[in-house]
């Protein structure tokens, strides 16, 4: 990982969120990617595991927020219509404080507006340690950066959590939508969802997204936005400005 690291073989790609109503762009998650010289493009999911490294990972993080702050202003100077930068983080491998201070010099740094940035807190995190995500959120609020409550697939646990943590919103798992709507189990899960973010004022966006029937019965039952293959598959930077230059709202 840390020849990789060293030979600057990681890259970003940036995947859009749509509204469900105008099919115009609310925002953008930041994926990162390795582009291996011989195996292609690895997912996080399979490289992760391999670097046990503390301070890789920080570094990691702080480029991977870096990058997108500065491709943020980037299209911001296009006027081309990204929204804020959505950045997935892993309290496995770093350390709150450290985390909260590292982006208060990186906006220090990089001169980007705070509300450009929203930080994606997996909800396995939050059910592991409540008390030190609950500080770092509201530590985050208090910069002006938003918090989304990411890849929720606990649905019992769900209405404790956005009780008790100031998140701005929600973002389904892929995997709660894979039998939507066909299946009524499925659909009660994400009903529940619903209620409850509803209940807390919170947006919802739901990921893996690939059908219009997903979609119709996403907006009937409140959902703010979509991401997934059906609007977009995840791009680098030169290809999403393009597709950001010559944005058509998908058929939903």
């Not at 590292?102 to 001169?111: C, D, Q, S, V, Y």
């Not at 947006?203 to 936005?225: D, N, W, Y």
């Not at 059906?230 to 939903?252: I, Y």
Request: net charge negative; hydrophobic share 45%; proline share 7%.
């Amino acid at each position: 990982m840390q020849t990789a690291w060293q030979q600057q073989e990681f890259l970003l790609h940036f995947q859009p969120e749509v509204n469900v109503h105008t099919g115009q762009i609310l925002g953008m998650e930041v994926l990162i990617r390795w582009q291996h010289p011989e195996l292609g493009l690895i997912f996080p999911d399979q490289f992760f595991p391999l670097a046990e490294d503390a301070t890789f990972f920080s570094s990691l993080q702080r480029w991977i927020f870096y990058q997108s702050c500065v491709q943020s202003q980037e299209w911001n100077r296009l006027g081309l219509p990204s929204g804020p930068m959505a950045v997935n983080i892993s309290l496995n491998h770093l350390d709150p404080q450290a985390l909260l201070h590292m982006i208060e010099a990186l906006l220090k740094e990089t001169g980007m507006d705070p509300k450009g940035l929203v930080i994606e807190i997996p909800q396995l995190n939050v059910l592991m340690i409540p008390e030190k995500v609950s500080r770092l959120v509201n530590e985050f609020v208090s910069l002006g950066v938003g918090c989304v409550l990411d890849n929720v697939s606990d649905t019992e646990s769900l209405p404790r959590l956005i009780k008790n943590i100031p998140f701005q919103g929600l973002k389904l798992a892929s995997s709660l939508l894979c039998d939507v709507p066909v299946s009524s189990e499925a659909v009660k899960k994400i009903q529940h969802c619903f209620f409850s973010a509803r209940t807390a004022h919170l947006s919802i966006i739901a990921k893996g997204v690939e059908s219009a029937a997903q979609v119709t019965f996403l907006r009937e039952h409140g959902c703010h936005a979509v991401q997934g293959y059906l609007c977009s598959r995840p791009l680098p930077s030169d290809e999403m400005t393009a597709l950001l230059s010559n944005w058509r709202p998908p058929v939903m």
